[in-house]
């Protein structure tokens, strides 16, 4: 392989093209289910509960036992360890329900067979009796019911609320209902183990958390967690769902494995997948706002009450989050927000992109809007006036001072024509008539970090091999964000040499230990900075040597594109590295990084728990049908905050990714349980994710490009992953002006989220009387 000092490729804040593109078009890319099979390979498959709550009185494995295949069934009885995947430690979330369902589709037993097929039918001929027990779904009937919390509360303060709230010339109290949503990742849940000798066993699984899959099946099997190597090559989706949810089924795959001495697959069907595995919290957030004659917020109060599910998962972080962004963009003089995390007899609600936050940005949106309707205004002028401005402090008292929304406003107010379009849309809605329109732009100011603290870190293992070839290793996971390519185009430019040199290699526990999960916005930030710490390491000798080799100060020799400069030597990189290797020069580095700046106190509510806010806004156009409450898109403007982008094209996707699905999240995606509890949209025949034909007509995409972190962020780029997912808020906006119309915006139209054309049909019939 040679470089070209004129066509190094590659390079940080470049377009450059996802190191699997080519692969997932052509179907080449490997998956976990794509991996070669062993020729003793069995299968699992899960059997669940048929009840939302009840204690087992019977299960009887007669008929599955003598069916075709079966090696044998596993319960909670044949667990060597503790029978518990929970993340936090709380020993509530068993792998198989013991004695006690808790909701309909627990894991209660896994069948264990020679094929996939075998398996599955064989877990429907088990026979389980229940004893049913009261349950409750939703969040106010599990408080109603004094079902408890299934974690701690927590309220965040800052002033005095109920004093300033009694003085606002104004107030207005509400309750918003916001449902979940499914992550309906394209590759489901999957795992594959294959025992070793003594302890060991290898697990090959799709997962956000490779890390916590080791500690869980260590925990499981009653073994070291250097018995156990995790391997993630790539992912076919995530977005949070595969950061605790995998561990059920790695474990199960890995309890098989050990049980019978042979590799073990487990994968579920769609349906099972959906029914057994954790959402997005729904809330139902009951808000008070006080304000002035201006539209100035005075004061705010909130209590966010979350379906959690029948244990904590990360549900605490999760409600943590949402209070942390429910004042979004705004300065709340005095506030009170407060979270109930409520435990409901329904599947454990879990992470998803937004991680909590996109349930308290859009609470803040609505009291902007019925600001703005109880005044007459224009909710975007209501939006200026309450911006934060720099040296003001959130709710959770850490300071703002990186404010860059008024510019990102007015470009895109003036990039979209925001004025004109407006007055269009009121002169069309005047007319009256069948159709009317909407249009509404919102901002985002999202926090970047882990708020658990220790979750701020990561490792990177970068070789040179003799041949001038680069091995590159991380603690992420590549679930098609890109971050494998990000994090190579940052080692590239560290070397200056040509990204095909460099191979990205499957994240193993093997190579980088105690890592944290690829969420949060942080995979390239916190791995990129430890794989830059790791090239930096080898720079550092190679300059060292060549300085001595070719006799020059270390301040004389350079890194330029393909070579290595000493004074005035151009020397190619490859024969400096072949050089340095007969000179025995160590080549290998293991990288390291953790977020600094970042503290939290939980008991006082107070502290940075973030190291910097990305922004962003979008303007969205829609027409809605008041005859049967369906609508389009019109067109949607976009211009969003990465700071110094490492690869405009590939966060440029992921913004347009994030904006698709938050507005799926608030549009079409219906997450539906009947009275006994079972989840009725559990497939793509029940469950509507947005299609190519939903998404906007028009569809303007941008990202500032004179935006820099201000904190020493990787190469001063910033998080792309969940930020923009929020802009999809601005369509929740939209609809809900297009449907205010219709009684002359006398009152704002108070949409329940997902606003499906069922729901827009009924709030026109409301405003119409």
Same mark, same amino acid.
């Given at each position: ?107 209660? +037993? /896994?069948?264990? =067979? ?8 064989? !877990?429907?001929?088990? @026979?389980? $009796?229940? *004893? ?116 059920? +089924? /790695?474990?199960? =795959? ?8 042979? !590799?073990?697959?487990? @994968?579920? $069907?769609? *349906? ?134 008024? @510019? ?362």
């Amino acid at each position: 392989m040679k470089d070209d000092a004129n066509a190094i490729g590659g390079l940080a804040h470049q377009d450059t093209a996802h190191d699997s593109a080519i692969k997932h078009v052509t179907g080449r890319a490997d998956y976990t289910d794509d991996l070669a099979a062993p020729s003793n390979l069995a299968h699992a498959y899960l059997g669940l509960s048929q009840c939302a709550h009840g204690r087992i009185t019977g299960m009887d494995f007669a008929d599955t036992l003598a069916s075709p295949g079966v090696l044998g069934v596993l319960t909670a009885d044949d667990i060597p360890g503790v029978n518990d995947v929970s993340p936090n430690g709380k020993n509530d979330d068993p792998i198989f329900a013991d004695g006690l369902v808790q909701f309909w589709g627990q894991p209660i +037993f /896994a069948v264990i =067979a020679e094929t996939r097929d075998q398996a599955r039918r064989a !877990a429907h001929n088990a @026979r389980i $009796d229940y *004893d049913p027990l009261p349950h409750a779904l939703d969040p106010i009937a599990a408080r109603d019911a004094g079902m408890g919390y299934v974690t701690d509360p927590l309220t965040l303060r800052r002033g005095d609320a109920p004093t300033a709230m009694a003085r606002a010339p104004r107030r207005i109290e509400g309750r918003f209902v916001i449902g979940g949503q499914d992550h309906f990742y394209l590759e489901g849940q999957i795992a594959m183990a294959l025992p070793g000798e003594d302890e060991d066993v290898v697990v090959n699984v799709s997962t956000q958390h490779p890390s916590e899959v080791q500690h869980m099946v260590a925990h499981v099997l009653k073994v070291p967690s250097h018995s156990v190597v995790v391997n993630v090559r790539r992912m076919g989706g995530g977005f949070g769902g595969k950061e605790t949810q995998m561990n059920l +089924f /790695a474990c199960v =795959a890995a309890l098989a494995a050990k049980r019978w001495n042979r !590799a073990v697959k487990i @994968r579920p $069907d769609r *349906d099972d997948d959906m029914i057994a595995t954790g959402k997005r919290h729904d809330f139902v957030v009951d808000y008070a706002v006080g304000f002035d004659d201006d539209g100035r917020i005075r004061a705010v109060e909130g209590d966010w009450y979350a379906r959690c599910g029948f244990s904590a998962d990360l549900s605490g972080p999760v409600t943590d989050r949402a209070l942390f962004h429910a004042d979004n963009a705004y300065f709340y003089p005095d506030v009170r927000v407060s979270s109930h995390p409520m435990k409901t007899n329904t599947v454990s609600n879990t992470a998803f992109r937004g991680f909590g936050g996109p349930q308290g940005v859009i609470v803040a949106e609505r009291m902007i809007e019925e600001i703005a309707y109880a005044l007459g205004l224009d909710p975007l002028e209501v939006r200026r006036r309450n911006l934060y401005e720099n040296g003001q402090l959130t709710p959770y008292h850490q300071e703002v001072n990186d404010q860059i929304l008024p @510019r990102i406003l007015d470009e895109l107010e003036a990039s979209s024509d925001y004025k004109a379009r407006r007055q269009a849309v009121l002169d069309w809605n005047a007319e009256g008539g069948v159709i009317r329109k909407g249009i509404a732009l919102t901002p985002v100011k999202f926090g970047i970090s882990f708020t658990a603290t220790w979750f701020n870190q990561a490792g990177a293992l970068v070789h040179i091999y003799s041949d001038g070839s680069v091995m590159l290793n991380h603690g992420g996971t590549e679930m098609g964000q890109g971050l494998n390519t990000k994090v190579a185009q940052v080692v590239a430019e560290a070397f200056q040499c040509d990204i095909k040199r460099i191979k990205i290699t499957r994240t193993t526990t093997e190579k980088v230990p105690n890592t944290s999960a690829t969420a949060a916005s942080s995979g390239t930030d916190l791995n990129g900075m430890a794989a830059l710490d790791a090239a930096e390491q080898i720079k550092a000798r190679l300059v060292e040597f060549v300085a001595e080799r070719w006799q020059v100060p270390p301040d004389a020799v350079t890194f330029v594109p393909g070579h290595i400069r000493a004074g005035d030597h151009q020397i190619p990189f490859t024969e400096v590295i072949k050089a340095a290797y007969m000179a025995r020069i160590h080549l290998s580095a293991a990288g390291f990084y953790k977020t600094p700046k970042i503290h939290w106190d939980r008991a006082t509510g107070k502290g940075r728990p973030f190291y910097y806010y990305a922004y962003g806004a979008a303007v969205s156009e829609v027409t809605v049908d008041t005859l049967t409450g369906e609508y389009v898109i019109d067109r949607a403007d976009v211009l969003h905050d990465v700071g110094r982008s490492l690869n405009p094209a590939i966060d440029k996707g992921q913004v347009e990714g994030a904006f698709v699905q938050g507005t799926g999240w608030l549009t079409t995606e219906e997450l539906w349980w009947d009275a006994g509890g079972r989840l009725r949209t559990h497939a793509p025949s029940t469950y509507k994710v947005p299609l190519a034909s939903d998404r906007p007509r028009i569809f303007n995409v941008k990202l500032t490009d004179w935006s820099e972190a201000a904190e020493r962020t990787i190469k001063r780029s910033k998080a792309v992953g969940e930020p923009p997912f929020m802009l999809g808020i601005s369509v929740f906006e939209a609809i809900n002006m297009a449907v205010a119309s219709v009684a002359d915006y006398r009152e704002p139209a108070r949409l329940d989220a997902p606003a499906t054309p069922e729901r827009v049909l009924m709030a026109i019939e409301r405003l119409r009387g």
